[in-house]
């Protein structure tokens, strides 16, 4: 080839780079193929406001009749007579009210979506048209929310089916507020052959329309302890004739302070809480046993297990050195521990550039880590995962309140958004898959 031949050539080329370049500078965030551009974020946005009536609806049914942890059986029985309505296929039950539904081709790649049914046990202190009809019992954590963003998606990637590159498999969990639903969803068999999981957790710090993600350890592991310090009581006149468990307690109440300033590196994350001491009665006599309790928290399952050790051995130590005896209880009925919530790095890449689709790239946050704990890791332990958050925040409407507070409302704007935010998690990620697979096959030939 001579140099005249091969001029237009490399200027065509220079000219394909620019256009390539233009492209991506237009949709900075994009960096998608495929369903790459603002207007499929846009379709999809206003596919779900015209579903905000049924939206609203359902999130008020569910609203004004919360159940607690593995009693969803209203809520459970709602969510079937929605995926009836629609004719979409499902098996019921997982993990007592649980249910798994299912779209798509039936074939790999599997993406599964994450809800949790769940309220709380607290009176509801909004006066509203739709308040809790339950007395104590509030969904108090947006679940109902939750469920009703997953009803979202499953109707709108139903109206969608044919584009569905995959399968999706649509999880609605029980349980999650202490009671490791998850983890029961993931024991029978849930999650499939799902290679990845996505969920979205309502949150009252950002505004409505906006969502964030964090990468890497993001909630804690958590676990709860009770121990009993046994001494010997008698008469408050002669503690030289008893062992006193006040005084053992007492100390190793002190010292399990210093588990995390002397022994977790200070970049670390850590908690140790005592939050419960009972024991004694009368003022003049020391008694026989004291018991305590309280929280323990980590950014990582490793760390938490280590808390757990050293707690048991302070405890333990104290309650010698003071002539008692400790029993100390790590696995306390009724509150099972939760591993750290850890996201996956290429899994927030992606959230973030669904997100800036949907939304706007101004619309989109890098999260923050916080020490509360979520049941959506124990799928975590099992397959990638990403759990994000998406804004609630209102305060003309009185939106501004923290999860598990009385006063806590939701602006129901939010409903289309996590309707279409993961619709989009789900239609993207099986895109995203098929147009790499087929990358490869370019390659190869
Ligand atoms: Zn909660
Ligand atoms: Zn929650």
Redesign the pocket.
């Known amino acids: 080839m001579d140099r005249f031949t091969a001029r237009p050539s490399i200027v065509l080329h220079l000219l394909l780079l620019l256009l390539h370049r233009l492209l991506l500078v237009s949709h900075p965030n994009s960096g998608v193929r495929g369903v790459s551009d603002r207007g499929y974020g846009a379709e999809l946005l206003s596919l779900a406001e015209n579903e905000k009536d049924w939206l609203v609806s359902i999130r008020r049914q569910i609203h004004e009749n919360p159940e607690l942890l593995f009693q969803e059986y209203n809520t459970s029985a709602l969510i079937r007579r929605e995926l009836d309505k629609m004719g979409v296929s499902y098996t019921f039950p997982f993990a007592k009210t649980g249910i798994v539904a299912e779209m798509g081709t039936g074939s790999p790649p599997i993406v599964a979506l994450r809800a949790d049914m769940d309220a709380?046990p607290l009176q509801e202190l909004v006066e509203w048209e739709h308040k809790s009809k339950i007395d104590g019992l509030m969904h108090?954590?947006?679940?109902d929310a939750h469920v009703t963003m997953l009803l979202g998606a499953a109707k709108l990637l139903h109206q969608r089916k044919d584009k569905i590159k995959g399968t999706v498999r649509l999880l609605f969990q029980p349980a999650?507020?202490g009671g490791a639903g998850a983890s029961f969803m993931v024991k029978e068999g849930a999650l499939g052959g799902a290679e990845v999981i996505f969920a979205t957790?309502i949150n009252h710090k950002s505004p409505t329309g906006t969502i964030s993600s964090h990468p890497g350890p993001t909630l804690a592991a958590v676990s709860v302890f009770r121990a009993n310090i046994e001494g010997r009581g008698g008469h408050a006149a002669a503690p030289h004739l008893q062992r006193d468990p006040l005084i053992a307690a007492s100390f190793a109440i002190l010292a399990l302070q210093v588990l995390i300033s002397r022994e977790t590196d200070p970049l670390d994350s850590q908690v140790v809480s005592v939050t419960y001491v009972q024991g004694g009665g009368p003022l003049n006599v020391i008694p026989s046993s004291i018991e305590l309790g309280g929280t323990l928290r980590s950014l990582t399952t490793e760390g938490l297990h280590r808390l757990q050790q050293r707690v048991k051995e302070v405890i333990e130590v104290h309650a010698s050195v003071h002539g008692c005896k400790a029993a100390v209880d790590m696995n306390v009925e009724g509150h099972p521990s939760y591993p750290a919530t850890v996201n996956d790095e290429n899994l927030h890449q992606f959230a973030q550039r669904v997100g800036a689709l949907l939304l706007g790239p101004e619309n989109v946050k890098v999260g923050e880590k916080v020490m509360?704990g979520?049941d959506f890791a124990f799928y975590q332990q099992v397959i990638p995962g990403l759990m994000s958050s998406i804004g609630i925040r209102n305060e003309g409407l009185g939106a501004k309140h923290s999860?598990?507070s009385p006063l806590f409302f939701l602006d129901e704007g939010v409903l289309p958004v996590g309707a279409a935010l993961l619709t989009a998690f789900a239609e993207m990620y099986l895109n995203e898959k098929q147009e790499l697979g087929a990358e490869r096959m370019t390659q190869a030939c």
Request: one cysteine or more; proline letters at 8%; glycine letters at 8%.
């Open positions: 709380l108090a954590c947006g679940h999650e507020e957790h509360a979520e999860p598990h």
